[in-house]
């Protein structure tokens, strides 16, 4: 089992920033990937960003260039800057854990952390 506890939601105005954490416990040494998804009420879960094990990263194109993904692996921690914000960014943003970087679904996930962006 892994666990993942995310933090660093909250509100912030249209064209600021923000940086989620991730910190990830348990057999992490399983998993080759960690990344973000994000929902939006009434929609599917939308994945966002991912990051390999050795720092390969990959991101959607609806955030490329504004988000950067980046892990810590001493201390089991992926994190998620968010900048250049704009409102439809609004969403609970996952963290995820998964076996497969290519094949990133998500194995294991977190309990979300709202993100709000006000215009």
């Known amino acids: 089992q892994v666990q993942l506890v995310e933090s660093g939601g909250g509100l912030v105005q249209a064209g600021g920033s923000l940086r989620l954490s991730c910190v990830a416990s348990?057999?992490?040494?399983?998993?080759?990937?960690m990344g973000w998804y994000r929902q939006v009420p009434g929609k599917e879960r939308e994945w966002v960003a991912k990051i390999g094990h050795g720092g390969t990263t990959k991101y959607a194109d609806s955030v490329k260039g504004r988000f950067i993904i980046s892990r810590d692996n001493a201390k089991n921690t992926v994190y998620l800057q968010m900048n250049s914000l704009k409102p439809d960014d609004t969403a609970v943003y996952y963290c995820?854990?998964?076996?497969?970087?290519?094949?990133?679904?998500?194995?294991?996930w977190g309990q979300g952390t709202q993100v709000t962006v006000s215009s």
């Open positions: 348990g057999r992490i040494f399983s998993m080759n990937a």
């Open positions: 995820a854990a998964d076996d497969s970087y290519y094949y990133f679904e998500g194995d294991y």
